[in-house]
């Protein structure tokens, strides 16, 4: 290999390692590492985004849509802007050819490795949508990306710290029980769905063609050709992904009222709260760990432990917002199913914590 060519590639890998690695100790490891003290001093990670102390969401207007939107984004808007940065750094700096080694076989085993890249990630579900879609550019298969993504949340370290101190050691085990199986039994499953990596260009629209061309290995570019690149990459997806994405968190924050109803012993055991409250969860949209304050409220205000733990389960792993951005990247059939299961998976965590009444 030619000595230039060589080091061009080592500053590239350089370069994607260190804002990997800076951005997520800045974003997320060193802020969840004080917070998880804080949770074990006050048992407490902060109110409820979804409705405060109130014991309901505020009635739909555009007071409400707006005031949930500006609440999550003050939350969630360096990981956003980290998850663009490394799904765009994906197309322009790794090699597709590496990504598809690592990521691109649809066994078990390439899911596994997805999972496994996912969890320090500890990303909300929209933050690390950008970064699917830069691994699906890269032709990573549908299972080992969804199983990152799903990592992301489900399997986040200081979500199930936080859960342990705040909800309950037991409500902690219940999520790893049921979080592995979701993560790398639907990321295996969806190589059911998307046989092919390289299908990922049927599924994209002609529109982003044009984007699909930067994604190439890149060999033999300078480094200001690549930096150029990844400049033309991070602006196409930016505004691609977040305009849609902020009508939706809107729309979601003005519809809480009708999604969560008044909270309170009348929200019981019975199948159907723990069916309606796991759509509604999965339907809306959280930062990361928002669901442990989220549910922590409601069992406060006496709704019962299988609504709530349906909402432990749906409230994270998939969202509207996150769904869409990714409609170009995974079939729609396919995440379509995997909002299906989400739901089954929290109908079954809310009948076992009901079973187990694990107040």
Known sequence: MPVALRSTRTVRWSVFLLLAVAGLFYVKWFPYYGRAFDAASHHSIGKSILMGDASSAPDPSWSAALGYAVAYGKAIW?????????????????PASWVQRALGSSSFAG???????????MMCTCCAAPVVVGLRKQRAAAGPSVAFWLANTMLNPATLVFTGFVLGW?????????????VFGLGYLANRFVTDASTVRATTAPADRASDNLASDN??????????????????????LIPEYIVIVLLLGAARAWMFPHVGPAVGEQWFWILALAVAG???????????????AMLALGMGVG???????????V?????????????????????????????????????????
């Not at 037991?170 to 979701?182: A, D, E, K, Q």
């Open 170 to 182: 037991n409500w902690t085990l219940l999520r790893i029980v049921l979080s592995v199986p979701m």
């Open 219 to 240: 060999e033999g570019q300078s480094l200001t050709e690549i930096g150029r690149r990844w400049l033309t990459v991070f602006v196409r997806m930016t505004v691609r």
């Open 282 to 296: 999965m339907l809306f949209v959280i930062p990361t760990a928002g669901e442990v304050p989220i549910v922590q």
């Open 307 to 317: 609504p709530a733990a349906a909402l432990l389960f749906t409230l994270p792993p």
């Open 319 to 359: 969202s509207l917002p996150s769904m869409a951005m990714l409609g170009r990247s995974l079939p729609l059939r396919l995440l379509l199913s995997l909002a299906a299961a989400v739901v089954a998976f929290g109908v079954l965590a809310g009948l076992i914590a009901a079973g187990l009444d694990m107040r």
């Open 78 to 94: 360096k990981a956003m802007v980290l998850g663009l940065l490394l799904g765009s750094a994906l197309q322009a700096l790794i």
């Open 111 to 121: 899911t596994v490795a997805g999972g496994l890249m996912g969890i320090p990630g």
